[in-house]
């Protein structure tokens, strides 16, 4: 008897299931290769840490103690036992625990990156939207103009001219988050201020653009043709007819707004030596803290796949009709 | 208005070029000697001013453009070498070797590619090699991508079906066949990847993951230079303006490229 409603389900499981698998598997595969990469390249953790000068004796007694005579598989393995359940192991500069040197980093970044989407999302997508509505005036063209100009910019050019403009020149803002972190709410918005409109500048421009496109297409549907011959004023159809129809991408789009925030994240926090889990990342590549660099590499990853996920399955529960969900580009 | 913004484009984008080429001739100094006041303005030393070393900014930027373009271009080309070859592969093939790709190339770019190229980076060690290795293999990804549905279909197409009846062996339809008829979307992906892998591998130098000192790319620059923000200076500027020059100048290129030719707009 409850057959239908059963069935009426599937395609969501559906759904959840294949790209679960699908995103867990990539996942598998992107720390398998990097391990492997770890393993073939000459040169190992022993011998980064102890340098051009080391005994070979010392090289053996330090592989053994590291674990890294056991056979790969063997050590992908223990890894990926130990990392499922959020233990990455030693930072092999500061000797602390991995998770330990992590997580602070990581609520920064999470801040720094969740500001920016609260700012930056109603602009990009009102922006998109407004665009779509007055197509070809001249804030339309404005728009397009400045989103070429913006695209075209590295990230860290955006940084540096709010810093010459807004630190330097005003002396409105620290250029550096090098404040220490107490002091209030004050403090909080004086060292996120800079970043937080780099990000928001960095970001809107594809977000404009993407929800732009997705409003217009929805624009040259046989159903909209219909209500302008109907004779309904351009704006209703805007939003009566074609906002609710392209809310699914609108929103798939802002999740990957986001994931792509916490991309841009990296170069910004660098910028402004903002103490985040990019600048943590980088940092610990030039110090071949090779623990750190891959346990920063999985959660960004696993951040980047999981906005994915999430963006395509809120597609998918806003349009039923979408089975097919468009992959993010 | 689409047009003037195309010569604009191939005016800046061939000036940029030429001085990339020329860059020993045309530098007043040698890139990597102290010839000035260490931290010279523009007026005290040289066209742009000096860094903190008193080395002359004009021609570090004419130097680190040879880098940015070479390894841009480069790695462009290696890139889309093995992506379109690997997707007309997998299209030809079908099969576990096209399931197998597409598995690789989709797990590759389920990671954002500046992560993905610190964690390899930081394993491999920093080398041009190595670096235009990583990029190389990051990019041909997003040409397999674009390529593999693009081969399926020209694959599947009558005449294809024909040569492959006559008996001819895979590589004479692609370069008499299957290339000319991708010739447009694959030109036009190239430009994309060109002005994208411009921005990587400007922001890989400035994270210090990219051409190493003394010798800089135009990002590698901005990083060198950044202190010197702080205390006003706008040499930091001139090389990250520079890039953006670049970006700008093949995007108008391709933007122009693309509405000739009529290609889907989704690219890239």
């Known amino acids: 008897m409850n057959l239908p409603s059963r069935k009426q389900l599937s395609p969501m499981r559906d759904f959840i299931v294949s790209r679960g698998v699908s995103g867990a598997v990539s996942l598998l595969l992107v720390t398998f290769l990097v391990f492997v990469g770890t393993a073939l390249l000459p040169g190992d953790t022993a011998s980064a840490l102890l340098g051009q000068n080391a005994t070979p004796e010392a090289l053996a007694a330090l592989r053994r103690d590291l674990g890294l005579d056991q056979p790969l598989l063997l050590r992908y393995l223990g890894w990926f036992a130990h990392a499922v359940r959020g233990d990455f192991g030693t930072s092999l500069a500061s000797g602390r625990a991995v998770s330990e040197v992590l997580l602070p980093r990581l609520g920064n970044s999470l801040l720094l990156a969740s500001v920016a989407a609260v700012f930056l999302l109603p602009v990009a997508v009102g922006g998109g939207i407004a665009a779509a509505i007055w197509q070809d005036s001249w804030f339309d063209r404005l728009l397009g103009f400045t989103s070429m100009l913006f695209l075209a910019m590295p990230a860290f050019l955006v940084g540096y001219i709010l810093i010459y403009v807004f630190a330097v020149r005003m002396g409105w803002f620290p250029s550096m988050s090098v404040a220490p972190f107490f002091g209030g709410a004050a403090a909080w918005i004086n060292i996120l201020a800079l970043p937080v409109i780099s990000l928001v500048i960095i970001g809107q421009a594809h977000t404009m653009k993407l929800t732009r496109t997705a409003i217009l297409a929805v624009l040259a549907t046989d159903y909209v043709l219909m209500a302008e011959v109907k004779g309904i004023s351009r704006r209703r159809i805007i939003l009566r007819h074609a906002l609710p129809n392209a809310l699914s991408a609108i929103l798939s789009i802002s999740i990957l707004t986001v994931a792509y925030l916490i991309v841009d994240v990296v170069v910004i926090e660098m910028v402004f030596s903002y103490p985040g889990l990019g600048k943590l990342m980088v940092d610990s590549v030039s110090y071949r803290d090779l623990t750190v660099v891959q346990a920063c590499g999985l959660l960004f990853a696993l951040i980047f796949i999981g906005m994915n996920f999430l963006a395509d399955f809120l597609a998918l529960l806003v349009n039923p009709r979408q089975r097919e969900p468009a992959r993010g580009a | ?268």
């Open chain 2, 1 to 268: 208005m689409r047009r003037f913004g195309f010569l604009l484009s191939v005016a800046a984008f061939a000036a940029l070029i030429l001085a990339a080429l020329f860059a020993p001739v045309i530098a007043p100094f040698l890139p990597n000697e102290p010839v000035h006041a260490p931290y010279a303005t523009p007026g005290e030393g040289g066209l742009l001013g000096a860094d903190s070393l008193g080395r002359d900014m004009f021609s570090r930027i004419l130097f680190g453009l040879r880098y940015t373009l070479g390894i841009s271009l480069t790695v462009s080309v290696l890139a889309s070498f093995t992506g379109v070859s690997l997707a007309f592969l997998a299209a030809f093939r079908r099969g576990w070797t096209d399931i197998l790709l597409g598995r690789l190339v989709d797990a590759i770019m389920s990671v954002p590619q500046i992560i993905f190229a610190l964690v390899v980076l930081a394993v491999a060690g920093v080398s041009l090699v190595t670096l235009i290795m990583t990029m190389a293999v990051l990019e041909s990804t997003l040409f397999y991508r674009v390529m593999r549905p693009v081969a399926a279909d020209i694959v599947a197409m009558d005449y294809v079906e024909v040569a492959r009846l006559r008996g001819e062996g895979l590589g004479w339809y692609l370069r008499r066949e299957i290339l000319p008829n991708a010739a447009p979307t694959l030109i036009a992906e190239f430009g994309i990847r060109i002005s994208y892998a411009v921005l990587f591998i400007s922001g890989l130098s400035f994270l210090g993951v990219g051409v190493q000192p003394p010798a800089a790319d135009l990002g590698g620059l901005v990083r060198e230079n950044a202190l010197a923000i702080s205390v006003g200076q706008l040499s930091p500027l001139a090389p990250a303006a520079c890039i953006a020059l670049i970006t700008l100048s093949v995007n108008g290129i391709v933007d122009w490229f693309i509405h000739k030719y009529s290609i889907r707009a989704e690219l890239g």
